[in-house]
């Protein structure tokens, strides 16, 4: 079975500009997650999809960032413009419905410059 | 609200000596609790969890958790650490119900084996 697809896996950009990254979940897993990664710190959830509706982002910074899985298979996470404090590792998550154990992709390494 | 706490940012065992990573959580209602490694440039891989019954959860790896609810921990063990278990370990807590299935982590343990 193949795990959680994200791309690109690295990326440097300077602050101001945009990005933007991609998941692709485990096949049939309805739910989705991004979650930020800090360095030196746990993962924290951005936003959380079932299907193509948003679940919770309660901590996305709406400002800046932006998510959305239209078809309610991959998802791409946007942040415009991006600030130095922005640099991080994004991580991918999906699950099946009502399935408690959520698999991580590889994780995005963003740094802004 | 939920949170988590790894009191230990570095672990350091012998090769072959038992290991011991400490977790605890506080939650409302009863929690389903996770261990995740990371290793460097990879994402989180999940090692264990726990969700009812029998309190020692067996994982991958061989290693394994015990969830104590009186003291509200979750500590991941080893009986016999090997040099490739060096790694950053993270452990997670959410609640039951469905809609709120947010993971909140701990801010990790580096765990070092030393051959």
Known sequence: ?113 | AQSVAQPEDQVNVAEGNPLTVKCTYSVSGNPYLFWYVQYPNRGLQFLLKYITGDNLVKGSYGFEAEFNKSQTSFHLKKPSALVSDSALYFCAVRDRYFGNEKLTFGTGTRLTIIP
């Open chain 1, 1 to 113: 079975e193949a795990g959680v697809a994200q791309s690109p896996r690295y990326k440097i950009i300077e602050k101001r500009q945009s990005v933007a990254f991609w998941c692709n979940p485990i096949s049939g897993h309805a739910t989705l997650y991004w979650y930020q990664q800090i360095l030196g710190q746990g993962p924290k959830l951005l936003i959380q999809f079932q299907n193509n509706g948003v679940v919770d982002d309660s901590q996305l910074p709406k400002d800046r960032f932006s998510a959305e899985r239209l078809k309610g298979v991959d998802s791409t996470l946007k942040i415009q413009p991006a600030k130095l404090e922005d640099s991080a590792v994004y991580l991918c998550a999906s699950s099946q419905t009502g399935g408690e154990t959520q698999y991580f992709g590889p994780g995005t390494r963003l740094l802004v410059l």
